[in-house]
């Protein structure tokens, strides 16, 4: 397989290869954990009918910071609290971990995440909303193109966190 190649000229044992998370099961955690987020943002919209124009400015900052908070809670406290996952990497036995297959820690996971707090500052702070969306979908883009083309298998925010995302069963059998 050409990712074992890749690996052997790393220098990484090739099991590790096999450790990596698929990623159809990546797709599966994000939706479950898309979903999530989805339903906690909703207040959002409700939210923004509560103000005059006049208010609008507070009204975004108020939006900003609870899509912080959720993104915080969500994707930066939940994986400190279960080592590495969040409920859809849960459901689908997954685990994120760093890049030198250790257990990731709060650096790791508050590096991944910055990229969508940045995206929400544009959103709802700067009102940048159109700038925010094109941001997502280049990120998005960018990130299916590296997984099938990355040996790794890594997405946009892995390399800025550093990490990779790894079935568990395997990560657990590995460091025994």
């Known amino acids: ?54 208010a609008l400015i507070g009204a975004l900052w108020i939006m900003f910071l609870y899509r912080v908070i959720v993104y915080l809670i969500f994707d930066f406290m939940i994986p400190v609290c279960t080592k590495g996952q969040t409920i859809g990497r849960s459901i689908l036995h ?8 250790s257990l990731a820690t709060w650096k790791n996971y508050l590096m991944r995440s910055l990229i969508f707090i940045q995206i929400a500052l ?28 990355d040996a790794r298998r890594k997405t946009v925010h892995d390399y800025l966190g550093k990490t990779v995302v790894v079935y568990d069963k395997q990560f657990k059998e590995s460091a025994e």
């Open 1 to 54: 397989m050409e990712y074992d190649i890749i690996l052997k000229e790393e220098g990484d044992d090739v099991k590790n290869y096999d450790m990596l998370a698929h990623p159809n099961y990546r797709y599966i955690a994000t939706v479950i954990d898309g979903a999530i987020i989805f339903v906690l943002n909703l207040p959002l919209m409700y939210i923004s009918t509560l103000f005059e124009d006049s």
């Open 94 to 101: 997954l685990r994120l971990i760093k890049d030198d297959f």
């Open 122 to 149: 544009f959103a709802f702070v700067f009102e940048l909303t159109t700038i925010a969306y094109i941001e997502w979908i280049v990120i998005f883009v960018i990130s299916i193109i590296l997984l099938y083309n």
